[in-house]
């Protein structure tokens, strides 16, 4: 599809999120499994679930608009999936390995957020009110899904979780 | 180089952004060229200034710790930049070309976030107090890039700019 408008760009970057987030709904499960810390674990099941409310959420973007729900291949995500499944297929020492389970996680909730960012900016330039709303739901669960992580990844808060 | 402990983990991450910020230091001036608003040119060259800052105090994190400064190739950043050229090459009008180029730059911002986040994190457990702060520079102004190019991408902003 050629980009000519402000449109067309949110109707592709809308297919590239849609795969990401398709995919992640795959991959989060395999990233529970890896991790040691139970609360690791916890986070990243509850975080599945959210994961497969924002699939819904697209796919009601794609409707008010019009448009099929179609995934387009995200080159990044690969990128940044690639990253992290070799992170953790190397890492034997279970404190280490849920550390770069965190630090991956956590690039993975940057570029979300960088992108339903534009998203939303992008939906309320083009008067898309609910669509602005959709999108601004998920924003907001992928910056606390990012701060539950950060606290996760403090030996502090950690020591004082297990106190 | 087999991951052992959080050390070796952060050891390998500096590698990771190191290739990301020197590959950045070739790719900042093309992104720049393709730019068509006065004002997204000039915040993309400036921020390439502090890029190439952020490689220096990259080498002086290597060097406090006793390493060679060494890249790893990132295939979550050549992904994101991948993603970014594509994009780039296939819109002619310069407008939405534009809000393409805030929406990867701000992509390969949030990574950085990701990883410096992460970075500060680990160093300040691993007691690497120099460390710490060298790379915290560079996480505020990866902030502030962010938040600059959200303004850019502002369209309200961008009016006020104008008058």
Redesign the interface.
């Known amino acids: 599809m050629?980009?000519?408008?402000?449109e067309?760009?949110f109707h592709?970057?809308l297919k590239?999120i849609y795969y990401a987030e398709k995919k992640l709904v795959k991959t989060l499960p395999k990233m529970a499994t890896k991790a040691a810390s139970p609360e690791l674990k916890a986070a990243i099941k509850a975080h599945l679930g959210e994961t497969e409310a924002h699939v819904e959420r697209l796919e009601k973007v794609f409707s008010v608009m019009g448009w099929k729900p179609v995934a387009k291949k995200?080159?990044?995500?690969?990128?940044?999936l690639?990253?992290a499944d070799e992170?953790m297929a190397?890492?034997?020492?279970a404190?280490?390995r849920d550390?770069?389970i965190?630090?991956s996680a956590?690039?993975v909730?940057?570029?979300e957020?960088?992108?339903y960012?534009?998203l939303v900016?992008?939906a309320g330039?083009l008067d898309m009110s609910d669509a602005v709303s959709l999108l601004q739901m998920t924003l907001d669960e992928e910056h606390a899904a990012d701060k539950k992580l950060?606290q996760l990844?403090?030996?502090e808060v950690n020591q004082k979780a297990a106190a």
């Not at 050629?2 to 402000?6: E, G, N, Q």
């Not at 190397?90 to 020492?93: F, G, L, Q, V």
């Open positions: 050629a980009v000519k408008t402000l067309d760009l592709e970057t590239d995200c080159e990044a995500l690969d990128g940044l690639r990253e992170v190397e890492i034997e020492d404190n280490t550390a770069a965190i630090a956590q690039t909730e940057h570029y957020i960088a992108r960012g534009t900016c992008w330039e950060s990844a403090d030996p």
